[in-house]
């Protein structure tokens, strides 16, 4: 009770010192709810372990799940990476990585000598790809320079599934376009080329835990999105006042975030749920599934029945999973290009408005793996809405497939979205006949899987099947064929964006067409630009069901030792095992 009448006394007490109106649009008046609850500042946090003491499995499950471990201070626990000395040779240079006692190092040399050292200090990721943060602890650099004080992201990454490091142009998708090599042979991407990236500056909005209130200083923010709900909405001077409340007026335009306000480093319990101090005394006064503060009253939705509100839960996950949102290469449709764009990806789908992302996923239990089939609850929450397809008969007139070689996701969610390792469910739900996805001549869910078929057959059957009339452009004939009827499979192959190129290698990867099409996919492996290579490769190997050895391709070595060894593989992988 006490606390309850100190946060009014506060936000009282604001309007006296009010900012300068001259800042932004007039001053909100703000009205202190009677009761006062407050869930988003640092001190109405109290961390995991107290949520646990109560709901034991809820803790439990939320352990083993990634969300717990996405961020991590460097430990031997923690690291996945093999630090026992583990080189690369890339571009000229050596990238050595090695431990000593409980402390990280990278070594970057060129030929014997040293030419920096870095100290790793955190960790970010654990199930596919591993990245570290760290500081500089010799290099050429004067000892004023930042880099001795600053957490930087480190540009080699752990591969979890190939056990090896990588320079980071062979992981990232949108980061490092172009070839790899410049005219003059030197790295267009150099990873020995220290980035002056904090990590608190990017990576931490969504890798940690910390108070909903440095959310909304960001509003205003080009990642404004950080706040998960719309950000249209609330008045620069609500936020302002917060801010000016709190004594934070200089983090409303600050870009790094403090360390010290991080309530845990991870996600864990109130980065979904809020602070959660006032429910945890013990456990009669209800936990709020909406932000919550005397300032941001009329603000967010009802707190009663927030838990089953399609806005507030997907604007929970919205926080993070929204990256690439303006990114120039998503798809003409609205769909992500890579992830971690769940929640945009959903709101610009057929069931926005209604579906939420705790239909298909428990976000306290660990999901599979991506590309992992589909399982019963995906399905169930498609027909839990459209009721009329629940009856299997029904569902089979409706798709004119066999429900177990085709299901809804297939046709309705397709794999576009580069993923760490393969291609994710596309989030925007959509149909197969919308005029953006045909009409453009991107990946559509049809071609994806008949890849020998043309786009002029799947316009055809969409109309025999499901009377769906789609018009293709003649602006597509150069790439498909004067009428439309070269095999879409092999024009995306050929397509002059190459993330077309390579969402059609993971599809002919899955498909049993892989192993006839393994000539043109392998043509790719000699690709320019790394990230792409390093996609073409998963495919054969996918095909051909191993990893290719060094010597058959080296995979990040100089260009002159593969163009060899691609031109080699052209010819006898077909028949390989
Ligand atoms: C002292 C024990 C205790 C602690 C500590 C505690 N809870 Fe609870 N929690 C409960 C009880 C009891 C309920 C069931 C109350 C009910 O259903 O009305 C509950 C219910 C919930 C619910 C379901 C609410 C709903 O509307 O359905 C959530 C979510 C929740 N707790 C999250 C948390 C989080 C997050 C923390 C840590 C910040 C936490 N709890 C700490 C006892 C506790
Ligand atoms: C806008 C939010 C956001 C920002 C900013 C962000 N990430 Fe992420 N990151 C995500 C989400 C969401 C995922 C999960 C994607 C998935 O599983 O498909 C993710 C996943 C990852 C993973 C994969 C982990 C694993 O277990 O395999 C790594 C590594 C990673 N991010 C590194 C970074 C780094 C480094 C930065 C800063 C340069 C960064 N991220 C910035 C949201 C973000
Ligand atoms: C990634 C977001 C997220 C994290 C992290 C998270 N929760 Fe939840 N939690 C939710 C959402 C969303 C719901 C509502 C689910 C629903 O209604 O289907 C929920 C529901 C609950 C419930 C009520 C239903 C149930 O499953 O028992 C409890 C209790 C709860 N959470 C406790 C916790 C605790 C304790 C932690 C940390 C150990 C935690 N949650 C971590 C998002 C999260
Ligand atoms: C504070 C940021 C944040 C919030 C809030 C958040 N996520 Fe995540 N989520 C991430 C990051 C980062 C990862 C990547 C973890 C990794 O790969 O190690 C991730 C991973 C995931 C995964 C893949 C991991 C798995 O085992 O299934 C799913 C699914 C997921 N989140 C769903 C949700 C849902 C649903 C919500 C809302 C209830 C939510 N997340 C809220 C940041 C967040
Ligand atoms: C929470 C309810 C809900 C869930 C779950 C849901 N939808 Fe929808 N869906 C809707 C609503 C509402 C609409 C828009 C109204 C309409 O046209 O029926 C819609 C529209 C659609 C449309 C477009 C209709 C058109 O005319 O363009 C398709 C296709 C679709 N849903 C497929 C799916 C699939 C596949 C799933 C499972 C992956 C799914 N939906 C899950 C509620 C839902
Ligand atoms: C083989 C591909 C395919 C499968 C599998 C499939 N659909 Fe569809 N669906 C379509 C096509 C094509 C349309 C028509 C699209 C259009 O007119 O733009 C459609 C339309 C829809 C619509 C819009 C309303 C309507 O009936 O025209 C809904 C809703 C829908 N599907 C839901 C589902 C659900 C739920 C499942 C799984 C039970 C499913 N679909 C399986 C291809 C498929
Ligand atoms: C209709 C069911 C459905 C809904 C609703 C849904 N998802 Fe998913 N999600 C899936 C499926 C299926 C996959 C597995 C896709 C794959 O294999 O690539 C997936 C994968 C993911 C992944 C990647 C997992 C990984 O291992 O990298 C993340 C992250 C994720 N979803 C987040 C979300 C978020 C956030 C929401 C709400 C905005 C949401 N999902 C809503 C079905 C759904
Ligand atoms: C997940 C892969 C997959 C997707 C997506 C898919 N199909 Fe199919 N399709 C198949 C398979 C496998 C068969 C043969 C077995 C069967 O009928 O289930 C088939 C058979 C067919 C046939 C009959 C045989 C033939 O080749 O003439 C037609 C027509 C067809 N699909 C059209 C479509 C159209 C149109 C779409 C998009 C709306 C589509 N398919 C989406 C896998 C897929």
């Known amino acids: 009770m006490i606390v309850v009448s100190l946060l009014i006394l506060l936000a009282v007490g604001h309007i006296e010192a009010a900012p300068d109106p001259a800042r932004g649009p007039e001053l909100a008046s703000p009205q202190a709810s009677a009761e006062g609850y407050s869930n988003i500042r640092r001190e109405d946090y109290v961390g995991p372990e107290e949520c646990g003491s109560c709901h034991i499995e809820n803790y439990e499950n939320w352990k083993q799940h990634p969300h717990s471990r996405m961020n991590q201070l460097a430990s031997p626990e923690a690291i996945l990476g093999d630090f026992s000395g583990a080189y690369v040779d890339y571009g000229g240079r050596r990238a050595v990585f090695r431990r000593q006692d409980d402390d990280f190092y990278v070594d970057y040399f060129d030929g014997s000598k040293l030419l920096r050292r ?16 760290g500081v500089q602890v010799l290099g050429p650099e004067p000892a004023t320079d930042p880099l001795y004080a600053e957490e930087n992201r480190i540009r080699f990454s752990w591969s979890i599934d190939r056990h ?45 835990t910390y108070p909903y ?89 009802d707190h009663k029945g927030a838990r089953g509100n399609p806005i507030v839960i997907n604007s929970i996950c919205r926080q993070c999973h929204h990256s690439g949102v303006g990114a120039p290469d998503n798809w003409p449709d609205g769909s992500a290009s890579v992830n971690s764009m769940e929640a945009i990806e959903q709101d610009h789908g057929a069931c926005a408005g209604a579906i939420r992302c705790t239909m298909c996923h428990n976000t306290h239990i660990a ?79 049809c071609n994806l899987c008949h890849l020998d078929r043309s786009l002029a057959w799947t316009q055809k059957e969409l109309a025999l099947g499901w009377g769906t009339r789609v018009v293709l452009p003649q602006a597509l004939a150069p790439l498909f064929g004067d009428d439309l009827e070269r095999p879409a499979g092999a024009a995306w192959l050929q397509h002059p964006v190459p993330m077309v190129r390579t969402v059609a290698a993971g599809a002919y990867a899955r498909s049993p067409l892989g192993r006839a099409a393994l000539p043109q996919i392998t043509d790719h492996l000699g690709e320019p630009n790394a990230y792409v290579r390093m996609r073409f490769l998963l495919a054969v190997e996918q095909i051909i069901g191993r990893q290719l050895r060094e010597e058959e391709y080296s995979l990040t070595g100089p260009t002159q030792r593969r163009r060899p060894q691609v031109g080699a593989l052209g010819g006898h992988l077909p028949n390989l095992k």
């Open 164 to 208: 090896r490091w990588l320079p980071q142009s062979y992981m990232e998708p949108t980061e490092y376009p172009g070839s790899e090599y410049l005219p003059d042979g030197s790295l267009r991407h150099d990873p020995f080329v220290v980035e002056r990236v904090p990590f608190n500056e990017r990576c931490a909005r969504c890798h940690n």
């Open 213 to 301: 209130d440095m959310r909304l200083y960001r509003l205003f923010a080009e990642d404004g999105m950080v706040s998960g709900f719309a950000p249209g909405t609330l008045s620069r001077a609500v936020v302002a006042s917060l801010a000016q409340e709190a004594g934070d007026w200089d983090r409303l335009t600050a870009e790094r975030l403090p360390p010290e306000r991080f309530v845990t480093v991870g996600i864990s319990c109130e980065s979904c749920h809020f602070g959660g101090r006032e429910h945890a005394v013990d456990g009669t006064t209800p936990i709020r599934f909406v932000p919550t503060h005397p300032l941001l009253a009329g603000w967010a939705p």
């Open 367 to 445: 999901g599979p793996r991506a590309g992992a089939a589909d399982r019963p609850e995906h399905i169930a929450a498609c027909v839990e809405c459209h009721a009329d397809l629940r009856v299997e008969a029904k569902a089979r007139a409706h798709s004119h497939h066999d429900g177990g070689t085709t299901s809804c996701l297939d046709c309705h969610m397709p794999r576009i979205v580069q993923g760490f390792t393969g291609y994710n469910r596309s989030h925007r739900i959509s149909s197969p006949g919308e005029p953006e996805i045909l009409a453009t001549g991107m990946p559509n869910a």
């Open 118 to 133: 870095i100290h790793v200090t955190r960790v970010i990721g654990s199930r596919y790809e591993q990245d570290y943060v």
